[in-house]
Each structure stands twice: as C-alpha cells, then as structure tokens.
Nanobody, 124 residues
Framework: QVQLVESGGGLVQAGGSLRLSCAASGCTFYAMGWFRQAPGKEREFVGAISWSGGSTDYADSVKGRFTISRDNAKNTVYLQMNSLKPEDTAVYYC???????????????????WGQGTQVTVSS
C-alpha cells in the first residue's frame, strides 16, 4: 500500500523556520516534490528533487529561502523553510511518482501519489 505521510507543519512567526518531512512507503519513488495550496488559490509548485538529489528546482517565490532534500535509505523527502513570510501560509503537500523521468516534475498532474497535507501558518 502506497502511503505518503507529512509532518512538521505548524504556526511560526515571520522570519522563522520550519522543516517539513514526508515519509513514503509502498513503492520506490524516483520523483518527489512539494506543493502548497492557500485558501481560495490553486495548488502551486514549491520545489522538487531528482532521485539522486543532484537536481532540484524551486518556485521563484521560495528560491533562496527553501531547500528540498531527500534520504533514499529512509524513503523520506524534506523541505527546510527559512525566512518564512505570511504569504507562505498554506497547506503543504508532498507528492511522489514511481516513473523515471529525465526532468524535474513541476506540474501536479505529473505526480501519481499525494500526502494528506500539513498546515503551515506564518504570523506577521
């Protein structure tokens, strides 16, 4: 049974940091990424990472502040979020896909599996 379980969300003041984790099970996931969805908005790409961890990509809005990493031995992907802003407030979702792709996946429809989401709230 495939399962993605996120953790690490919470309430933080602007300028603070949080680290999200996503533990995957049931499959080998070559592509993993993070998306977020704020109330009334569409789900948007945050960051993604290749199988080796050697390639990453980020949304312009988080570049320089967020870092995505993975531990394949633990089948876990992380999102370190620094210098958080109130506009980062959203439900953050982990996404994973088992297919080998030559590129970083940035579109929600390219991912086969999703976590349940974890709330991140940044107060001003």
């Amino acid at each position: 049974q495939v399962q993605l379980v996120e953790s690490g969300g919470g309430l933080v003041q602007a300028g603070g940091s949080l680290r999200l984790s996503c533990a995957a099970s049931g499959c080998t996931f070559y592509a993993m990424g993070w998306f977020r969805q704020a109330p009334g908005k569409e789900r948007e790409f945050v960051g993604a990472i290749s199988w080796s961890g050697g390639s990453t990509d980020y949304a312009d809005s988080v570049k320089g502040r967020f870092t995505i990493s993975r531990d394949n031995a633990k089948n876990t992907v992380y999102l370190q979020m620094n210098s958080l802003k109130p506009e980062d407030t959203a439900v953050y979702y982990c996404a994973a896909d088992w297919r080998r792709r030559p590129n970083i996946l940035k579109v929600p429809g390219e991912y086969a599996y999703w976590g349940q989401g974890t709330q991140v709230t940044v107060s001003s």
